[in-house]
């Protein structure tokens, strides 16, 4: 990075600057995700070096701005996770995670001198994507009893929300139906909190599964009518319909 950045280095590296860098910075971040949700090590591995090369990037151009060097990044980690588990490297004890949780936000209090945070939302990145985000506040929120009680009652609040998106529709008010759906997707996120089901993992998944099935009906349409004419919407209902029975039967594609 040092060779990137100097003198006779590469032009585009010399002109990055954290702003330019934030997209790539998240782009790997997903990268890596993804290469945890495949199970490959290999893949892991590869992008675990494509993300630490954007820290690595940052932290010179902070070293230029002599605001902190990448030993300082590192120390500073290596510091906060020290003094944050405590009971494993000092005598504190938290027989579960729970208590490990608890004990956590104990220590940021004190770390903050003892003053309370102005929210107990403080510190959720805007950045996150919305769905885990949603979670995040839905957890944040809940540690001090702003909750539902049962999954039962998120559902029902979910038929709630629908029901609002559905007068909005008829209206066809576009603010409106925008803010219930936005009401409608900020519930189901805590519905999937309730379940113990992590909401962008399964949207991921679906996601997944409809590119599947959408590639197979491409396929199946070019075999059925070739290139170029527009599909009925009846045709392509019935290829869909075949691509999931077969899916599901655990047939080959078709």
């Not at 006779?8 to 997209?23: A, I, K, M, N, Y």
């Not at 945890?36 to 892991?44: H, K, M, Q, R, T």
């Not at 510091?79 to 729970?98: C, I, L, N, S, Y």
């Not at 956590?104 to 805007?126: M, N, Y």
Request: proline letters at 6%; charged letters at 35%.
């Amino acid at each position: 990075m040092d060779r990137l950045r100097g003198p006779d280095g590469c032009p585009w590296d010399r002109e990055q600057t954290p702003s330019t860098l934030r997209g790539y910075l998240l782009e790997e971040a997903y990268e890596a995700a993804e290469a945890i949700d495949s199970g490959s090590p290999e893949a892991l591995r590869e992008e675990l070096g494509d993300l630490l090369y954007q820290i690595v990037f940052l932290a010179r151009i902070g070293k230029e701005q002599g605001a902190f060097t990448a030993d300082d990044v590192a120390e500073g980690i290596t510091r906060k996770m020290t003094r944050r588990h405590p009971h494993v490297f000092g005598d504190a004890q938290a027989e579960d995670a729970p208590a490990v949780l608890r004990q956590w936000e104990e220590i940021k209090k004190r770390e903050r001198g003892g003053a309370a945070p102005s929210s107990s939302l403080d510190g959720i990145p805007k950045a996150i994507p919305a769905l885990l985000r949603a979670e995040r506040l839905g957890t944040r929120a809940a540690r001090t009893g702003f909750d539902w009680q049962r999954a039962s009652a998120v559902r029902e609040k979910v038929t709630e929300e629908m029901r609002e998106l559905d007068g909005a529709m008829k209206a066809e008010a576009p603010e409106a139906i925008e803010e219930e759906l936005g009401d409608l997707l900020f519930s189901i996120a805590h519905l999937a909190r309730h379940l113990g089901v992590d909401a962008e993992a399964a949207l991921q998944k679906a996601n997944a599964k409809f590119e599947r099935r959408f590639r197979c009906l491409e396929e199946r349409l070019r075999a059925v009518k070739g290139a170029g004419e527009r599909p009925d919407p009846d045709l392509l209902e019935r290829l869909w319909t075949e691509v999931k029975a077969r899916e599901a039967a655990g047939d080959p594609p078709l």
